[in-house]
């Protein structure tokens, strides 16, 4: 223990460190040693000031680095580019990964420019269950046109690939994972309702986990009614592709996607009914290597081709030239 004195005289070197006059003062007259708590005086709260601005300067060096222009690769962990990942067509250029690709960005890729007529761009879903879960479908659908900019999960039209005109639909998975509600039901039997009207091909690009269970047995009926309007379509003898993109599952792989006059697919891409843990569970076998891939359905017979994004355009209008010679022969007869 030291005694008052020595503690006295701790005190008073303190304070002619600090320089204050009234801490002094303080100091010396107390005896039980209280203003060692005394707020600190304006000089240390300067000094303090004066160290700030360079741990800001080291934050800010941090802060230079660009963020938002470059993107890892899911499959193969590359950085890449952000600008080389667009001008790829959402492709890594290392492993091929086929990223999701907008419906937008989609149609951009495959019609000639200012080709493209969209078809029913205002038409959005209506709550009428009036389902509630962790929030409303009528305030997850608000969230969503705001984030996405889009109306709802699929966007159609008519178009021109090269020469060919075709009815075009395409999904968006990122709009509450491309799900099969009314809205997108209607839309595409429309397309096909006007693309047999007008004797047109149709191309329907698919990305979805399946149908949307918000709208419960209504997104369910959208499975037989575009079937329907496919089967007329068929009747006329016109053609209709289906493209399968990452991932396309139940409800929509169940209907209008599994039944084109030709079925393509991208590499890699997911496609299915049920989910792999669902048959794992439900059959309690080992499911083998690849399954519910593009290329192993390609091998089991599923479908018809895989074709990688780059070459898809180049690659439809190869197909169109061959399914739409006999219409175009008879079309020039007339
Ligand atoms: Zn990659």
């Known amino acids: 223990m030291r005694s008052p004195a020595s503690q006295r005289s701790i005190m008073n070197d303190r304070s002619a460190q600090m320089g204050t006059t009234s801490f002094t003062k303080k100091a010396l007259g107390s005896e039980n040693g209280e203003p060692a708590v005394t707020p600190p005086p304006a000089p240390i709260t300067e000094t303090t000031f004066v160290k700030k601005p360079k741990l800001a300067s080291g934050k800010s060096r941090k802060r230079d680095i660009p963020e938002g222009l470059w993107t890892k690769c899911k499959r193969c962990s590359t950085m890449v580019f952000d600008k080389e990942l667009d001008e790829n067509l959402k492709v890594c250029p290392n492993c091929q990964y086929h990223f999701p690709l907008g419906a937008r960005e989609r149609i951009h890729s495959l019609v000639e420019t200012c080709s493209f007529e969209e078809m029913d761009a205002d038409m959005q879903s209506v709550d009428v269950l009036k389902f509630t879960g962790i929030s409303t479908y009528t305030s997850k659908l608000a969230d969503y046109q705001k984030s996405t900019g889009q109306k709802d999960a699929?966007?159609?039209?008519?178009?021109?690939?090269?020469?060919?005109?075709v009815g075009l639909g395409v999904m968006d998975f990122s709009f509450l994972g491309g799900s099969m509600g009314s809205v997108v039901g209607e839309k595409l039997t429309r397309l096909i309702e006007k693309s047999t009207e007008k004797c047109l091909p149709v191309i329907i690009i698919s990305t979805s986990g399946g149908a949307r269970m918000y709208e419960g047995m209504f997104s369910l009926m959208q499975m037989?009614?575009?079937?329907?309007?496919?089967?007329?379509?068929?009747?006329?003898?016109?053609?209709?592709?289906?493209?399968?993109?990452?991932?396309?599952?139940?409800?929509?792989?169940?209907?209008?996607?599994?039944?084109?006059d030709l079925i393509i697919a991208e590499p890699g891409a997911m496609i299915g009914f049920a989910g792999p843990r669902v048959i794992k569970d439900t059959t309690q076998a080992e499911l083998p290597a690849g399954f519910q891939t593009a290329e192993f359905?390609?091998?089991?017979?599923?479908?018809?081709?895989?074709?990688?994004?780059?070459?898809?355009?180049?690659?439809?209008?190869?197909?169109?030239?061959?399914?739409?010679?006999?219409?175009?022969?008879?079309?020039?007869?007339?």
């Open 154 to 165: 699929v966007v159609t039209g008519i178009g021109k690939i090269e020469e060919h005109r």
């Open 224 to 260: 037989a009614k575009t079937c329907g309007a496919l089967a007329y379509h068929a009747r006329a003898k016109l053609t209709f592709i289906s493209v399968l993109t990452d991932p396309t599952m139940a409800g929509v792989m169940a209907s209008y996607a599994s039944v084109g």
């Open 297 to 334: 359905l390609l091998d089991h017979g599923l479908i018809d081709s895989i074709v990688p994004r780059k070459d898809m355009k180049k690659q439809l209008v190869e197909y169109l030239d061959y399914l739409t010679v006999g219409a175009k022969r008879a079309a020039s007869a007339n």
